[in-house]
């Protein structure tokens, strides 16, 4: 340990000399697959369409859009549509991407790798949203595609950036036809059960026509009307009977029967019942009696014709009569007339409570009917506003341009990264085998090894034979990297790539490492 600890910068350079084989040779082989592949792996391009979201031209005091999602919900929308397989094999089908491995790989293996190579990055903005709040918000994003060819991935990335303008005024104006679509079927709904609920308020009218609540006071009126002619026609009929009594009281028959009631009461008390002037008394009151009692049942008076006082007596006492029973029709009438008023008033309360629900049903679907259509303007002013592509909307303000320089490989960093680990396997592997030789090397080594006094130390003596085989063994390390090298261009030449193309890329790439070059 001593020894270790007290190692001088000298003794690190004689292990230099000592293990150069060590460090060199894996730093070269190291290095040298760094140079490799940093030279043989297809370079790969980007290109990128920058894309503004840019806020609606009208105010939205004055026009309302109906597509009310953020730009950042129609972009997760647009995303997941585009890629999808089947558009993203539209892509490769049109522009003949992955061509080498499209017949080894399958459909699904190849949209995947499309979307590994497709870069989509959003930019964001402190704003001030339509309800007054601040907050961060996507104003921008860009969408790159990486590919081995220049021309092409210029292509596709315009391709993919007309995708997604495209895509972004699909997805409104399909909402905004939705909303307006959907809000006039709600009218035509709304139309159809307004001239639904207004039939059954006509039917409702015209079967409780006199029932209604606005024809109460107009019933009560009638009532009192009614009850005003009855009193009236009472009072004609109380007259009449009256009439009808006094004419009564003045018929012959009647005042003949009184007299002879009288004569017979003054002869039942001087003469006997068997006596002639009784008999025939009594005869002619009973002749009397039926006579009156049948005109009495027949309405009318039993008159001699040939008698002009029976025949003026049964006049009047008819035209009485017949006027009697005129008034009793019309009370009848009119008290059937009062019922059926009595009966309106009496019904009105649940035929207003059946009216007042429909009328209000009927209000409220006509309130909404309105407001629909309201609404529906205001859906049609979004709608041509969208169509006119005056609302938010997506602008292209940096197309895709031709790449120049890959952004894969990193060449400077690949070689710098092979340069350091072949720096660092050279100085393990002289380490590792610095460190596992116990061979003695100085005096001080070995006079604490054998614990005795070095008297003197002898230099390395070199032979001509030694010598030789020294020139020999780098000759031969000579000749295997020369060999190696060209059996590893005869197999890049044949398995890889044409060495001219394959110096023209390297060519190329120092150019775009070093500008100087060019010149």
Do not use: C
């Amino acid at each position: 340990m001593e020894e270790k600890n007290s190692m001088t910068l000298n003794d690190f350079l004689d292990i230099v000399k000592r293990r150069k084989n060590f460090i060199i040779w894996p730093a070269l082989a190291i290095f040298f697959t760094a140079v490799l592949v940093a030279f043989l792996i297809p370079p790969t391009y980007r290109s990128t369409s920058t894309i503004l979201i840019e806020a609606q031209d009208i105010p939205r005091e004055y026009v309302m859009s109906t597509v009310t999602s953020y730009a950042e919900e129609r972009l997760q929308t647009i995303n997941q549509r585009i890629m999808s397989t089947t558009r993203l094999m539209e892509l490769i089908n049109q522009f003949n991407l992955y061509a080498n491995v499209r017949k080894s790989w399958s459909i699904e293996q190849i949209a995947e790798k499309m979307r590994r190579d497709i870069k989509f990055e959003t930019m964001s903005a402190d704003v001030v949203n339509r309800y007054g709040r601040s907050g961060s918000a996507t104003i921008a994003f860009s969408v790159a595609y990486e590919g081995n060819k220049p021309d092409v991935v210029q292509q596709v990335a315009n391709a993919l950036a007309s995708l997604y303008l495209e895509e972004n005024l699909k997805i409104r104006e399909q909402q905004a036809t939705g909303a307006t679509r959907f809000i006039q079927e709600e009218m035509n709904s709304l139309q159809a059960k307004l001239a639904e609920t207004d039939a059954k308020l006509a039917t409702f009218k015209s079967r409780n026509l006199g029932a209604l609540p606005e024809m109460v006071q107009l019933n009560l009126q009638n009532v009192d009307r009614i009850d005003q002619d009855i009193t009236r026609l009472n009072d004609q009929l109380r007259t009449l009977k009256e009439q009808e009594k006094y004419i009564k009281s003045q018929n012959p028959d009647k005042n003949r029967l009184q007299d002879l009631r009288a004569q017979l009461t003054d002869l039942e008390t001087r003469l006997t019942d068997q006596h002639p002037d009784v008999v025939i008394i009594k005869k002619e009151i009973a002749q009397l009696e039926r006579r009156v009692n049948k005109a009495e049942q027949e309405g009318k008076e039993s008159s001699d014709s040939y008698n002009p006082a029976h025949s003026q007596y049964a006049a009047q006492l008819s035209n009485i009569q017949s006027e009697i029973r005129s008034i009793e029709f019309q009370l009848d009438t009119m008290t059937r007339k009062r019922n059926v008023y009595l009966g309106r008033v009496s019904a009105s309360p649940g035929v207003e409570e059946q009216y007042r629900n429909l009328l209000m049903e009927r209000n409220n679907t006509q309130a909404k009917y309105e407001d629909l259509m309201k609404k529906g303007m205001e859906a049609n002013v979004a709608y041509g506003m969208e169509k006119g592509q005056l609302g938010e909307r997506f602008t292209l303000i940096e197309p895709a341009l031709m790449p120049v320089k890959p952004v894969k490989p990193n060449i400077p960093a690949i070689l710098l990264i092979g340069f350091i680990l072949g720096i660092g396997s050279g100085i393990g592997a002289a380490s590792l085998r610095e460190f596992s030789d116990h061979s003695v090397r100085t005096k001080e080594a070995l006079a604490e090894a054998t614990s005795m006094t070095v008297l003197a130390g002898i230099p390395e003596i070199g032979i001509q034979q030694d010598i030789d085989l020294a020139k020999k063994q780098r000759s031969t390390w000579i000749i295997v990297i020369i060999a190696v090298i060209l059996v590893s261009l005869v197999i890049v030449h044949f398995l890889v790539m044409d060495l001219d193309v394959l110096w023209a890329r390297f060519t190329r790439k120092l150019i775009g490492i070093v500008p100087g070059l060019s010149s």
